[in-house]
């Protein structure tokens, strides 16, 4: 089982940054690909960003590409997401979630789930 604690979330304002963090309990994080999704009030979990097992390989939405970025600390046991460039319209819950060896973009696939972490971004 692998237990997911998201922090960093907060009130920015537009054109602001933030720096979410994901960490997991399991030593074998290492053989998990990593995602992030968000979520707004009445809408379907959306995909952000997801990297491989070693980091090598990253994935973006298109609505977030270029101001986004996805690293993983695997001797950490963490999943970084910098946000840069922010807009009122990525204010959402962001969830990281887990899942094993391969990298998927369908949340359904995600078996392992952090608890989320508010983002709000001001105009």
């Known amino acids: 089982q692998v237990q997911l604690v998201e922090s960093g979330g907060g009130l920015v304002q537009a054109g602001g940054s933030l720096r979410l963090s994901c960490a997991a309990s399991?030593?074998?994080?290492?053989?998990?690909?990593m995602g992030w999704f968000r979520q707004t009030p009445g809408k379907e979990r959306e995909f952000v960003a997801a990297?491989?097992?070693?980091?090598?390989?990253?994935y973006y939405a298109d609505s977030v590409k270029g101001r986004f970025t996805i690293s993983r600390d695997n001797a950490e046991n963490t999943v970084y997401l910098q946000m840069n460039s922010l807009k009122p319209e990525d204010t959402a819950v962001y969830y990281c979630?887990?899942?094993?060896?391969?990298?998927?973009?369908?949340?359904?696939?995600?078996?392992?789930w952090g608890q989320g972490t508010q983002v709000t971004v001001s105009s």
């Open positions: 990297i491989s097992l070693s980091g090598g390989n990253t």
């Open positions: 979630a887990a899942r094993p060896f391969t990298l998927r973009y369908n949340p359904r696939e995600y078996p392992h």
């Open positions: 399991s030593s074998t994080f290492s053989s998990h690909a």
